[in-house]
C-alpha cells in the first residue's frame, strides 16, 4: 500500500482549520494536528482515524510563545510535510489606539512571523521533491484597507497582517512557478465559527450571514486542485482579481520614473517662493 501523504494544520482544534483536517482525511492524507488544546486535537485524531483511516500526530503548541513556534519548525523541518495549512489566528478587533500592544504583537506573531517561518521550513524540503503544497489562509479584510470602521470591525493590525499574506503568497508563487509546488492564499469572508466569540455576536445572526467553515474549506481544496493562488470562496467571478492585478501594475508603472510628479513640483515651487 503507497503511503499516505502529510498535511500540517495549524489551529486545527476548531472551526476552518479542523474541517481542514477532516476533508483532508477522507482524501487521503495522515495528519499533523497543531493547536493549544490537547482535548479537542486528540478528539479531532480519534475522529479521523475511526471515519477515514487517517493516521494523526497531535502537536500541542501556542505558536505565539517562541518555544510553541520553535515545536512546530522542528516538526516541519523532518522534511515529511506535503501539505502545510497556516491557519492559526484570532481576530484582536479594537481601535488601535485602544489594542495593548501585547496583543498586537501576538497578533503579528501568529499571522505574519508564524506562516513565513514555517513556510521557509517546510519549502526547502518540497522544492527538494518537486511537489507539495502551502495554503495560507489570510481574510478578505485583506482588501478592506480603504473601508473605515463601523459596519467594519476595527482591524489595522489583523488587516494589515492578512495583506502582508496575501502579498507573501503572490510573490513566493512567483518565485516558485517552475518548482512542482502549488500555493494557495484562502481569502473567506464572515464564516460561522468560534472565531467571532470575543464579539458576543448573537450565533443565529452569525449563522444567516455567515459561510460554513466545512464550506471554505471544500473551495479552498477545489482551488488548490484547479491551481488557482486565490481562493475567495464566495466570489463567482475570479477574473476580479486579475483586474485588481492589473491596476496595481498600472499604479507601479507609472510612479516608477526618476521624476518628480507635477503636483509635487508645484507645491515645492510654491513653498519656495513663500521662503524668499
Sequence with gaps: MPE???????????GIGADFARQL????YDLVLVARRRDRLQTLADESSSSAGASSEVVVADLVKQEGLDHVRARVDK????LLINNAGFPGYRPFVDLDPNVADDLLRLHVRVPTLLSRAALPHMVRRNRGAIINVASLLSLSGTIPANPMPYRAVYAGAKSYLLT???ALAGELKDSGVRLQVLLPGVVNTEFHNQLNMDRDRLASMAMKPDEVVTASLAALDAGELICAPGLDDPSLFEVVGKAQRAVMEAANRPQLADRYKSRTAGQASRKS
Excluded: K, N, Y
Design 25 to 28: 482525511a477522507q482524501r487521503g
Design 79 to 82: 522534511g515529511d510535510v506535503e
Design 4 to 14: 499516505r501523504p502529510r498535511a500540517l494544520i495549524t489551529g486545527a482544534s476548531s
Design 168 to 170: 507573501f503568497t503572490q
